[in-house]
Nanobody
């Protein structure tokens, strides 16, 4: 069992930056690929960024490439999402998720992930 707790969301202006954090419980954090997803009001949950268990492989949605960076610190059981040059269309609830895999796999589908956090709201004003 893995419990995930996100933090770092808030209200910012367009062009600002935020860093989201997700802390995982348990001693097997390094056995999981981690993903960040978001869900805007009235829309489906979508993949944002993901990172393999070792940190050696990352994936980003086209909409955030060049602006968002994902990283992890396995010693701290934490995954981060650095978000720069934020846009109003980035407004959403952001969720972190864990996918059990020791391969360099970073799924993009919601259904692939085993555990989810409760989400943190990010609001970007224009």
């Amino acid at each position: 069992q893995v419990q995930l707790v996100e933090s770092g969301g808030g209200l910012v202006q367009a062009g600002d930056s935020l860093r989201l954090s997700c802390v995982a419980s348990g001693r097997t954090f390094s056995s999981y690929a981690m993903g960040w997803f978001r869900q805007a009001s009235g829309k489906e949950r979508e993949f944002v960024s993901g990172i393999s268990w070792s940190g050696g492989t990352t994936n980003h949605a086209d909409s955030v490439k060049g602006r968002f960076t994902i990283s992890r610190d396995n010693a701290k059981n934490t995954v981060y999402l650095q978000m720069n040059s934020l846009k109003p269309e980035d407004t959403a609830v952001y969720y972190c998720a864990a996918y059990f895999s020791r391969y360099s796999v970073v799924p993009k589908s919601v259904g692939a992930y085993n555990y989810w956090g409760q989400g943190t709201q990010v609001t970007v004003s224009s």
